[in-house]
């Protein structure tokens, strides 16, 4: 009489953990390591990422794929070899010259605001927002603050208008043009025709305005600051309270704001464009 295997009781035995499919931190893990093996070598095969990593080539294959999709590496159909993309190379430029902007920039805005007495900031323009990466403070009682990593509307900040009056209308337009501008109070520009006037005011003048368009009580000065192509990647600001930032100072910070900007971007390797 045959034997017969005996039954296991309970749930069905599971797939050994090797055939399970990796969670969503595994991927990422592994395309990391990925990724830094390709950037330490000039150019390398999928086998030799397989042995390094400790990977099947299969799977290999799949998470290089995947980085391709994503312009974060690229393969040679010829030699077979896979080296960095051009995406993965813009975001290690945007980390040097946010490095560096933060590390230059802290003279800079020292100057700016025992000069205006006002406190004084750095912000970058990052999809179509401000990111604020950088501030020395007032001493005065009162001041503004903004801390490093917050992101604003770049319609309704003194430093996001800056940026965008060294960009073509039409630039402006297709940026803008999908989204709703938020309405933060009643000087708020939160339609794209009354934007570009204000726009147009300040290329005219060489510095923008935040005349309580975000916050009520609060003004600000900005000025925008490029990099060596001639691009406008960030800005330098003083801002603070309405009472003391009348007409009269915001007219003779103006100046100050935009040579602290031109400053900057000199010292950073940029190159100041006029407005268009």
Known sequence: MAE??????????????????????????????????????DGAGLSDLADQSGMAPSTVHRLLTSLA????????????????????????????????????????????????????????????DVVFISQVESHAPMRAFFRPGRRGPIHASGIGKAILSTWPDARIEALLS????????????????????????????????????????????????????????????????AVRLPDSKIDAFGPVVRAAAEGLTKAMGGRVTKPE
């Not at 309405?183 to 726009?199: A, V």
């Not at 309580?212 to 309270?241: K, N, Q, W």
Request: charged share 25%; hydrophobic share 40%; glycine share 10%.
């Open 4 to 41: 017969h295997p005996e039954k296991t009781r309970g749930r069905p035995g599971r797939k050994p953990a090797a055939d399970a499919a990796p969670s969503s931190v595994q991927v990422l893990d592994r395309s990391l390591k990925l990724l830094d093996l390709v950037a330490q070598a």
């Open 69 to 128: 999709q994503h312009g974060m590496v690229a393969h040679d159909a010829e030699t077979g070899a896979w080296t960095i993309g051009v995406k993965a190379f813009e975001i290690g430029t945007a980390y040097l010259r946010f490095r560096k902007l933060g590390t230059i920039s802290r003279p800079f805005l020292k100057q700016l605001m025992e000069g205006c007495g006002e406190t004084a900031n750095i912000a970058i323009e990052d999809d179509g």
């Open 178 to 241: 999908g989204r709703a501008l938020q309405h933060f109070t009643e000087k708020t520009r939160d339609t794209i025709p009354t934007l570009l006037e204000d726009i147009a005011a300040i290329r005219a003048r060489g510095w923008s305005i935040d005349d309580e368009e975000h916050t009520l009580g609060m003004r600000c000065v900005a000025a925008p600051i490029f990099d060596e192509y001639g691009e406008a990647v960030a800005g330098i600001s003083v801002s603070g309270p």
